[in-house]
Nanobody, 121 residues
Framework: QVQLVESGGGLVQPGGSLRLSCAAS????????MGWYRQAPGNQRELVAA???????NYPDSVKGRFTISRDNDKKTVSLQMNSLKPEDTAVYYC???????????????WGQGTQVTVSS
């Protein structure tokens, strides 16, 4: 079994900052890409940031320059530093990881349970 557990969501005023964290645990042989997605009510889930095992990152234009993704391969964690937050960043944020199981050898995508981020005055 593999689990992704997120933390760090909450309520913040426009212009403020939040840091999200996600820890992977369980039968993990290797973690390839880790990322953060978000879904606002009535919208599709969208990519916010992604990072490869070697540290290459990818951001959509909507968050570029404001959000920074990082990971610790030894601790199997990924974090998202969010600065200059805007009301339109309000959404449930989900951690995602592409993982090879140490039990089955299979390669699968896993999701965390989600954490709410609300940007409002």
């Amino acid at each position: 079994q593999v689990q992704l557990v997120e933390s760090g969501g909450g309520l913040v005023q426009p212009g403020g900052s939040l840091r999200l964290s996600c820890a992977a645990s369980g039968s993990i042989l290797y973690i390839n890409v880790m990322g953060w997605y978000r879904q606002a009510p009535g919208n599709q889930r969208e990519l916010v940031a992604a990072i490869t095992a070697r540290g290459s990152t990818n951001y959509p234009d909507s968050v570029k320059g404001r959000f920074t993704i990082s990971r610790d391969n030894d601790k199997k964690t990924v974090s998202l530093q969010m600065n200059s937050l805007k009301p339109e960043d309000t959404a449930v944020y989900y951690c995602n990881a592409d993982i090879i199981s140490s039990v089955t050898g299979s390669y699968s995508g896993y999701w965390g349970q989600g954490t709410q981020v609300t940007v409002s005055s």
